[in-house]
């Protein structure tokens, strides 16, 4: 009968005839990770929106690169060496991948704010870093330089104070403040001779930090001869600078002699923040005030009554000024 259910049609669907799919193969997991030994190690030398150009240093090719997933949220900034993989041809339109980052022997970091628990890298890997200040226009500030110091000598980066326009100011009475801790400075006048700079520069990786208007750029394009680096001039009202660079950049500079050097210009800072920085670590860049501190009592702040600083017989009036100054630099770190 049309429609009715019967038994041969009962044996067409037993169940020893069903077919069922097989479950969907999936690709098994694994702990283990590609191997980039191999990569192409190169230097990261500026990063501008998601494209890094790196310097394969042997061959002095640059090669256009993309942070691969593999780094995570892991930051890529100037001065760092990475293994690069894909594209390594360096022409027009071409793309490689970074792959690692290789551990760094430093890095300049600030946080936005002193309370703010984010950290901002800015360049690792340096060896100098020039503290940009003018003598006039914008005015210098002394905890600017405060916390450069602490800085520098948290990451055991050495310090070189650079002050320009001294044609409108002197600098000497504000510089007199570092004579102690025998930080170098010198004094630049505009459109004057720069080469004790040069001298400063060779053979290292230098990082221009300063706030905006002091005349960084315009350092930067007299020592590369060029106009690679965008000026501009302090805002009359408020006494800054405009910002004139978006991002940080390595640039190779020819010295005398055949001889050369890097300079990292960075975008000027409005604040530089130092909740990040180790107190202990700045306290070790004073190695003569460790016999003391072996004597300060539990979590001292080494500027309170009872510190052993305040009554140790062996510091010299040279160390008591130094002294002054950490303590200066220590009070400018936890701010």
């Known amino acids: ?3 009715a259910f019967s038994p041969m049609m009962a044996r067409e669907f037993d169940e020893d005839d069903v077919r069922i799919r097989p479950a969907e193969r999936t690709r098994p997991r694994t702990k283990d990770r590609p191997d980039y030994s191999q990569s192409q190690i190169a230097r990261v030398i ?7 150009t790196c310097l394969i240093e042997e061959s002095g090719l640059l090669i256009t690169a993309m942070k691969s997933r593999e780094l995570g949220r892991k930051s890529v900034v100037v001065g760092d060496l990475v293994g690069i ?7 027009e339109g071409s793309l490689a991948r970074i792959v690692m980052v290789q551990p760094r022997k430093n890095v300049l970091t600030r946080t936005v704010d002193d309370v703010a628990e984010f950290e901002r890298m800015i360049v690792a890997n340096v060896d100098q ?3 940009v200040i003018a003598a006039a226009d914008p005015e210098p500030r002394h905890g600017f330089v405060d916390r450069a110091l602490v800085v520098a000598f948290d990451q055991g980066i050495t310090p070189l104070i650079i002050v320009t326009k001294c044609d409108l100011a002197d600098p000497s009475e504000f510089l007199s403040m570092y004579d102690e801790l025998e930080v170098h400075a010198l004094k630049i006048s505009r459109g004057g001779d720069l080469t004790d700079l040069r001298k400063e520069l060779r053979y290292k990786r230098t990082v221009l930090l300063g706030h905006s208007g002091v005349g960084k750029s315009t350092l930067v394009n007299a020592l590369t001869e060029s106009e690679s680096r965008a000026t501009g001039d302090v805002n009359s009202a408020t006494g800054r600078g405009r910002h004139t660079s978006s991002s940080a950049v390595a640039l190779k500079i020819d010295l005398d002699e055949n001889e050369t050097g890097w300079i990292i210009d960075t975008p000027g800072v409005r604040s530089f923040g130092l909740a990040h920085v180790e107190r202990d670590r700045v306290i070790s860049a004073f190695p003569e005030f460790a016999p003391a501190i072996e004597h300060c009592p539990r979590n001292c702040s080494h500027d309170e009554e009872s510190c052993a600083l305040n009554h140790w017989p062996a510091l010299s009036e040279s160390a008591r000024h130094r002294l002054a100054n950490l303590r200066r630099m220590l009070a400018e770190g936890s701010r």
């Open 85 to 91: 993989v894909g594209d390594l041809t360096g022409s």
């Open 129 to 131: 870093i020039g503290i």
């Open 46 to 52: 500026a990063v501008d929106r998601g494209r890094t």
């Open 1 to 3: 009968m049309d429609g």
